[in-house]
């Protein structure tokens, strides 16, 4: 149920082999830092956001279903949640939480169908 979440949406510009390190990310109501890592992985496809001092430094890992929009002339992505909705996430660590298959589960659910945000289960 929550595979699409770690595939960018046919709508949002992206183009396979793209770099978007350093891009900015701007949530619904504001910015939020910059990629500092990115996978076009199939079926596994996330931004490594650094948040600066928005939340004291910390990362985030968004699926790349989150995306809507990619502005490569502003460099910017554009995601469909709120900070509020991003600052809630389970808690990124990169060291822990890169290859955890257990932690892309609990992500998944979260930003995915059935989870708070992504409607209902299907």
Do not use: C, N
């Amino acid at each position: 149920m929550t595979e699409h979440v770690w595939s960018y949406k046919s709508t949002a510009g992206h183009l396979a082999g793209a770099e978007l390190t350093g891009y900015k990310v701007e949530a619904i109501d504001g910015s939020i830092g910059k990629v500092d890592k990115h996978s076009d992985e199939v079926g596994d496809a996330y931004l490594v956001v650094d948040t600066g001092v928005w939340i004291f430094g910390k990362e985030v890992l968004l699926p790349a279903g989150t995306v809507v929009r990619i502005d490569v002339d502003d460099q910017k992505i554009f995601v469909d949640r709120t900070k509020e909705q991003i600052k809630d996430a389970p808690e990124f660590h990169r060291d822990k939480h890169l290859k955890d298959p257990d932690y892309r589960h609990e992500l998944g659910t979260y930003y995915g169908l059935g989870g708070p945000f992504g409607g209902p289960m299907m």
